[in-house]
């Protein structure tokens, strides 16, 4: 079955740690996207890639980064000059180019900062 | 600029009432709209969606018009279900050359039985 998936499902992060959170996709999709969600929120946009090697800011950029060295990959790495990262992440996929379909979401990691 | 606007949540009903969930957009030409859904610690699934005027989306008993007049996308179910509890999302995409999705701030649904 075609989708994405994200790993770990929950991940613990000290303070002053940076962390890497993995979102992979078999849809054969060039545009790949990273949200971040808090508690009874909509969703901000991290980081976007609509081919490899290259990725563009979304509106909460700061203490992010990412690299799309393959087609099928897109990792986050949450470092420590994040302020506050305790929240959901969630990775998506879509169609580039195409404004008629749809975003593919992953089942979205939870870190929490301990 | 566009942007997505649902109404604040949550939303309370019982079991087999009728649910709306208005959401109105701005954006310039006919952009695509979708709604997605969120069930509790899951990531989003597309529910349905409509890419130009007039079209009605459908599925699981859901529906929402895009109307080009009202700049509006308002989902709708006849008989809402414990089961359809979740928290959903109105977004658009818009037609001017970008491919970025656009979120409203999301809609939390709660049906009691």
């Known amino acids: 079955d075609g989708g994405i998936t994200q790993s770990p499902k929950y991940l613990f992060r000290k303070e002053g740690q940076n962390v890497t959170l993995s979102c992979e996709q078999n849809?054969?999709?060039?545009?790949m996207y990273w949200y971040r969600q808090d508690p009874g929120q909509g969703l901000r946009l991290i980081y976007y890639?609509?081919?490899?090697?290259?990725?563009q800011k979304g509106d909460i950029a700061e203490g992010y980064s990412v690299s799309r060295e393959k087609k099928e990959s897109f990792p986050l790495t949450v470092t420590s000059a994040q302020k506050n990262p305790t929240a959901f992440y969630l990775c998506?996929?879509?169609?580039?180019?195409?404004?008629?379909?749809?975003?593919?979401f992953g089942q979205g990691t939870r870190l929490t900062v301990v | 600029g566009n942007s997505v606007t649902q109404m604040e949540g949550p939303v309370t009903l019982s079991e087999e009432a009728f649910l709306t969930i208005n959401c109105t957009y701005t954006a310039t030409g006919y952009p695509s709209l979708f709604w997605y859904v969120q069930y509790p610690g899951e990531g989003l699934q597309l529910l349905l969606k409509a890419t130009k005027a007039d079209d009605k989306g459908s599925n699981k008993g859901f529906e929402a018009t895009y109307r080009k007049e009202t700049t509006s996308f308002h989902l709708e179910k006849g008989s809402v279900q414990v089961s359809d509890s979740a928290v959903y999302f109105c977004?658009?995409?818009?037609?001017?050359?970008?491919?970025?999705?656009?979120f409203g701030a999301g809609t939390r649904l709660f049906v009691k039985a």
């Open positions: 998506a996929s879509s169609i580039s180019g195409q404004t008629y379909t749809e975003a593919f």
């Open positions: 977004a658009l995409i818009p037609n001017t050359g970008g491919f970025k999705t656009i």
């Open positions: 890639s609509q081919i490899v090697n290259d990725f």
């Open positions: 849809l054969n999709h060039d545009a």
